[in-house]
């Protein structure tokens, strides 16, 4: 804008009032700047006016912490989260932790910094330290959990119901015959580990087999999977059957047996969770329980636009549980 004023002999006040259209700019001088701002591709800072503005009005702002951009089920909230917060007329700022505690403090100082209204995110693997979060919660600015919630911070969370999910597949998976079943799952200490593994372990049960420690594993995506299947399908007595905690673990059980010599599903069913793109895109389909990570991200955004605006009360937690539902397709009989 100074640019503009020097060039046309006008005020930094002038031009920034006549592309706001103020009445108090005769509607020459206004079209001859807007005019001038089009010639030269200038577009305001809408960032920049919020903070200036933002004693008289909130920053409409919401930052955003995602764990890997690279996986469909976070890129799917993602896009759910930023369809909510545009629609009522909310920004986002987004930004992952890359599955590292401290990069998600450099992130939440970066968003305190940036006076972002609220956060909405889920959080590392390796997060055991939430002081993070409640500073920004002791400052008024409130935190939205989803998928990965803060066990140790009372606060709104929006999840899908893991156990569910997870009793669901394998009860189908024991229904069509199979009584041998893996669990691949991420450390115990994540609440949506403990909930998918509790579905396994009940739905076994419930149907009168008894979970084998063998056949459970600390594995959450393909690579670890390719490498940890062999030892378990050499086996004389190994798995007819595996429930993994995501799509890319299960596809990476997929392709270790067939590259092995088993027949999917004939010889070995795999049911996944998530539901992305890459589900359709193996051979055999895989089945997997559909997690609908869009639904997840405007629940998240609605609670988090409520607290800021005080349609939700602050002191009030939120907690909406998604629904999941199994997808059958090729990989299971």
């Known amino acids: 804008m ?10 930094v006040a002038t031009v920034s009032r006549a592309l706001k259209d103020s009445p108090r700019i005769s509607m020459e001088k206004r079209t001859r700047i807007k005019a001038f701002a089009q010639e ?4 305001p800072n809408v960032i920049a006016e919020s903070l200036r503005n933002s004693r008289t009005k909130p920053v409409k702002l919401i930052g955003v912490i995602i764990p890997q951009l690279t996986h469909f089920y976070f890129s799917s909230i993602l896009s759910g989260i930023e369809e909510e917060a545009s629609a009522r007329g909310y920004r986002i700022m987004v930004a992952q932790s890359n599955e590292r505690y401290e990069r998600e403090v450099e992130i939440c100082k970066s968003f305190s910094e940036n006076k972002a209204c609220g956060i909405i995110v889920s959080q590392a693997k390796n997060t055991t330290k939430y002081e993070h979060f409640s500073n920004l919660m002791d400052r008024g600015v409130p935190v939205v959990f989803y998928d ?5 911070i009372n606060c709104s969370r929006v999840v899908v119901d893991d156990y569910m999910g997870a009793y669901t597949a394998v009860n189908h998976l024991i229904g069509t015959g199979c009584k041998k079943i893996a669990f691949y799952g991420t450390p115990m200490k994540l609440e949506i580990t403990k909930n998918r593994y509790n579905g ?18 600390h594995c959450d995506n393909r690579a670890d999977a390719e490498q940890i299947t062999p030892e378990l399908l050499n086996e004389d007595d190994h798995p007819d059957a595996f429930f993994a905690v995501n799509d890319d673990t299960a596809i990476g059980i997929l392709y270790t047996a067939k590259r092995m010599g088993f027949d999917i599903p004939r010889d070995i069913s795999i049911c996944g969770f998530t539901n992305g793109e890459r589900a359709i895109a193996c051979d055999p389909m ?9 639904v997840v991200g405007e629940e998240a955004a609605n609670i988090l636009i409520g607290q800021v605006e005080g349609s939700i009360p602050s002191d009030k937690v ?16």
Request: glycine content about 8%; overall charge positive.
């Open 200 to 217: 396994y372990h009940d739905a076994l049960v419930n149907n009168g087999l008894k979970p084998e420690e063998r056949f459970i594993k």
């Open 286 to 294: 895989l089945t997997t329980v559909e997690q609908r990570g869009f």
């Open 318 to 333: 939120e907690k909406r549980v998604v629904r999941t539902r199994l997808i059958v397709r090729g990989t299971t009989r």
């Open 148 to 152: 990965r919630i803060c066990t140790g």
């Open 2 to 11: 100074k640019d503009i004023a020097r060039e046309l002999g006008v005020s």
């Open 40 to 43: 030269h591709n200038f577009f």
